[in-house]
């Protein structure tokens, strides 16, 4: 397991040829501005070519795209350990609907995620955050988030579960659950907010469009990055992991508060284990999608609270 800053985009469509060509350009500007060291590729149920080989030995990501059927799902995973079971801090995984699946519309949505260093972050912030902005200006992204979480192996996501559990009750600004169980219910709302949330001009519109989102996150601390179809809100300067020993922060209540009302009523996080080990599932998978969440009545303190947390402003 790895502890990197992750981007999840989640966005329609993956069957059309204009979308995946959006995919490889995404994995091509990834490589070009992370250069990451990427090691193996997993894929599931690929129409051609093997599930599991080296990157080394893999065809282009453009090249396998184009040789797909619209009724092909996407599932293309690139991990950066050293050994196939290994986690990395790079990682680059897309899955996506087939074209009879997305059809139906009720299948979800498709999800694009990938990982750097938190050393990358630190000496890069702009870089991390025109990189996810690029990302969904080119997927059209329905909705989306930035921030801290763990890259777990490919091959042991169950084993690695219980601590990711574990992790999230001590950090709350980190994320949690596989990337397929998050677009499941994708359709259905937002997940979280996170340092960067993605938000579509649609669901922008449910809670008074981006004249609410400047009148309720003051600008010295919040900023908002347009894509095309939805707008980025950045929340400070630097991603907050939020320890559960420390008040909630402002950065994150603030932006959680003002777009409950179009968050997903369920999501998919882990799975049962068959050992009683901990996991986010049932009302444990609840009170993770609420752990930002404060009564009313305390918006004007959280805004208040603000004067203590790093400005925006200051590193623009």
């Not at 169980?181 to 001009?201: D, R």
Request: glycine share 8%; aromatic share 10%.
């Amino acid at each position: 397991m790895c502890r990197p800053l992750w981007v999840r985009c989640f966005f329609t469509d993956a069957h059309l040829s204009a979308v995946r060509d959006a995919i490889a350009a995404c994995f091509d500007s990834y490589e070009l501005k992370v250069k990451p060291e990427l090691t193996w590729l997993f894929r599931e149920d690929p129409p051609e070519g093997p599930s599991k080989q080296s990157v080394a030995k893999a065809k282009r990501l453009d090249a396998m795209l184009a040789a797909m059927d619209e009724d092909d799902g996407l599932s293309f995973h690139y991990t950066s350990g050293q050994q196939e079971h290994d986690a990395g801090p790079w990682e680059f995984r897309v899955t996506g609907l087939p074209a009879w699946q997305a059809s139906m519309g009720d299948w979800g949505l498709c999800g694009l995620r990938f990982a750097v260093p938190l050393l990358f972050v630190e000496e890069q912030p702009s870089t991390f955050v025109n990189l996810f902005v690029e990302f969904a200006r080119r997927l059209r992204a329905v909705h989306g988030y930035a921030g801290h979480g763990l890259v777990l192996s490919a091959l042991r996501d169950m084993e690695n579960q219980a601590f990711e559990a574990f992790l999230t009750s001590k950090l709350r600004g980190f994320d949690a659950g596989s990337l397929i169980a998050g677009a499941t219910n994708a359709h259905q709302g937002i997940k979280t907010v996170g340092w960067l949330t993605a938000i579509s001009h649609g669901y922008l519109e449910k809670i008074g469009g981006e004249s609410t989102l400047r009148s309720e996150l003051p600008m010295d601390w919040f900023g908002l990055h347009g894509y095309g179809d939805g707008v980025v809100i950045q929340a400070g300067p630097r991603p907050e992991p939020a320890p559960a020993d420390a008040p909630l922060p402002a950065l994150l209540v603030l932006p959680n508060m003002l777009l409950q009302r179009i968050r997903t009523p369920e999501v998919g996080l882990h799975y049962a284990s068959a050992n009683s080990e901990s996991r986010l599932i049932g009302r444990a998978a609840t009170e993770w999608l609420q752990r930002l969440d404060v009564p009313a009545e305390q918006i004007m303190a959280f805004k208040a609270k603000l004067l203590d947390e790093p400005r925006l402003t200051a590193h623009r």
